[in-house]
């Protein structure tokens, strides 16, 4: 499969600047693909964009050559977020956020290192870098085909960040899905990625 | 030169939170363990640890805030005197700050001129705000602006310009860079190397052991709560010089020393009962690594682990590699 953005524009409602100009990247489903830039150069905001969270103004996004919100159901592209502590809803215990998956592997569960004392916290009882295992967990689900990942192991520790990301490179490579890792970490990129695009406003 | 004074000085400060346990049990969790560290003059020494392992609380125990339900054993002494809640009171914004995380430390309803001054009016006052501004590459009209209409950067600048008005002694830094770029994260690490430099100490607090190494003098191991190691900048070059096999784990955990992981996660500090808290995911435990474990000097640095022996200054059996 393969994940395309053509041409996209785009800048927020609120906005006075353009914050992608004419941006293009294709990815795919065997490749591991770096995304790199400044902050505030809209490294989230094309993650989003690919993702399906926000339109773009001018351009389009292709899943295999069709738009991708021609896709019905569970959306094939999965983000995962900076912030974990803002992407899981406060009142839901861990195991419900699991469930918000799609069909989600056991093996998924245990390979991140999630424990079953866990599963009946609340988010704000674990920490960010235990609850961050929760989130790529559930953007693991039995249909997706391409992973963003933006900036998700920056607020931890080295050994954690290592952890996670051995995990996710084997289980992408296994079920080809296609990864997007966006970081300004040079070395990581450099230690993760087959090749690295800089996004350049 | 005289022989720089000792600003900061924790010795044995274990911090205790009681707790409801559901009804009317009583519970104490002990959050701080054990931890010993000083900051001398012109010196910044950066306490590297992951998340929830206890570093903001540190902060909060030598600013004298931390929540009514906690209690200090140990101490903590300022210019080699106790620092009592009276005489923390009378620093605290004077000669000792806190540089807090994020700008939800700023009054949201308040100019951001006026946070700096501290509800000061007087022309001195403005003067030194606007030199302060100037230092850190803000515009003089930014004293206008809201919190809300602030970047990440310049939160933080807003955030060091408010540590610097007075002569500080002593800075502590809470995470000053999450979310910065490389580039301005050590942009705002070099204001603290500045204040450094000029005199200060600088306790730096962060998760972020790359980025200490760039800046800091010494650095302090942080791990469930205690500190395992501390060491020079310099013993990170190489991993033997290292003295902890969790410091190990770290310098093995770079990307560009090899990317290694370590199964298993840190454990909450009130698991940790006795001995070491990294046991359970070290390579060499025994039986002797779950009983009191002393805090001692090797090679310059210190460390909290058995296998190091002082007389030889290295881990027994314990080449390059190890633990994987």
Redesign the interface.
């Known amino acids: 499969m393969k994940l395309e953005a053509r041409d996209i524009s785009f800048q927020y409602d609120n906005g006075y600047r353009k914050i992608l100009n004419e941006f293009s990247l294709t990815l795919d489903s065997k490749e591991c693909l770096g995304l790199t830039a400044p902050s505030g150069f809209g490294k989230t905001t094309s993650c989003k964009i690919l993702a399906g969270y926000e339109k773009p103004e001018k351009g389009q996004v292709l899943l295999d050559g069709k738009p991708l919100s021609s896709y019905k159901g569970y959306c094939p592209v999965q983000m995962i977020w900076q912030h974990p502590e803002q992407s899981v809803n406060p009142r839901l215990r861990m195991k419900e956020v699991l469930n918000e998956g799609d069909r989600l592997e056991e093996r998924i569960v245990e390979g991140l290192g999630i424990e079953q004392g866990w599963l009946n916290r609340y988010p704000a009882e674990l920490s960010g870098g235990e609850l961050q295992r929760f989130c790529i967990a559930r953007a693991l689900g039995e249909r997706t085909r391409f992973i963003l990942a933006d900036e998700i192991t920056t607020m931890l520790d080295l050994i954690t960040q290592s952890q996670i990301w051995q995990f996710l490179l084997k289980e992408v490579k296994e079920r080809e899905i296609g990864l997007l890792v966006v970081s300004h970490s040079d070395p990581l990129l450099k230690r993760l990625c087959d090749r690295v695009q800089k996004l350049d406003g | 030169m005289e022989e720089n004074r000792t600003v900061l000085s924790i010795e044995h400060l274990s911090i205790i939170f009681t707790q409801y346990d559901g009804g009317f049990e009583q519970t104490q969790l002990r959050t701080i363990k054990d931890l010993s560290l000083t900051v001398k003059e012109g010196e910044m020494v950066a306490v590297v640890?992951?998340?929830?392992s206890g570093k903001s609380l540190l902060a909060h125990a030598v600013m004298g805030i931390l929540p009514y339900n906690a209690s200090m054993s140990g101490e903590i002494l300022y210019m080699e005197e106790e620092l009592n809640q009276k005489r923390i009171e009378k620093f605290r914004g004077r000669e000792i700050v806190l540089v807090p995380q994020s700008v939800s430390y700023l009054d949201p309803l308040m100019k951001v001129g006026s946070q700096i001054r501290k509800g000061k009016k007087d022309e001195a006052s403005k003067r030194k705000s606007h030199s302060v501004l100037k230092r850190y590459g803000l515009k003089e009209d930014t004293e206008n602006l809201y919190p809300f209409q602030l970047?990440?950067?310049m939160t933080r600048r807003i955030l060091i310009s408010t540590a610097v008005m007075e002569q500080p002694k002593l800075v502590i830094a809470d995470e000053p860079t999450?979310?910065?770029?490389?580039?301005?994260a050590k942009r705002v690490l070099s204001h603290f190397r500045e204040i450094a430099d000029e005199g200060a100490g600088v306790l730096l607090i962060t998760?972020d052991?790359?980025l200490a190494l760039e800046v800091a003098d010494r650095i302090v191991v942080f791990y469930a709560g205690t500190n395992v190691e501390e060491a020079f900048v310099s013993d990170f070059y190489q991993e033997e010089t290292l003295r902890h096999p969790y410091s190990r784990?770290?310098y093995r955990?770079?990307?560009?020393h090899g990317?290694?992981?370590?199964?298993?996660?840190?454990p909450f500090a009130g698991q940790v009962t006795s001995g070491c808290p990294y046991a359970a995911r070290c390579a060499y435990t025994e039986d002797a690594c779950y009983r009191d474990i002393p805090y001692q000097e090797v090679r310059g640095g210190m460390v909290r682990c058995i296998r190091m022996d002082s007389d030889n200054g290295g881990l027994h059996d314990m080449g390059k590699g190890d633990g994987k």
């Open positions: 640890g992951a998340s929830g970047s990440g950067g999450p979310g910065l770029h490389l580039e301005a998760h052991l790359e784990a770290l955990a770079m990307p560009d990317f290694h992981s370590v199964p298993g996660t840190q």
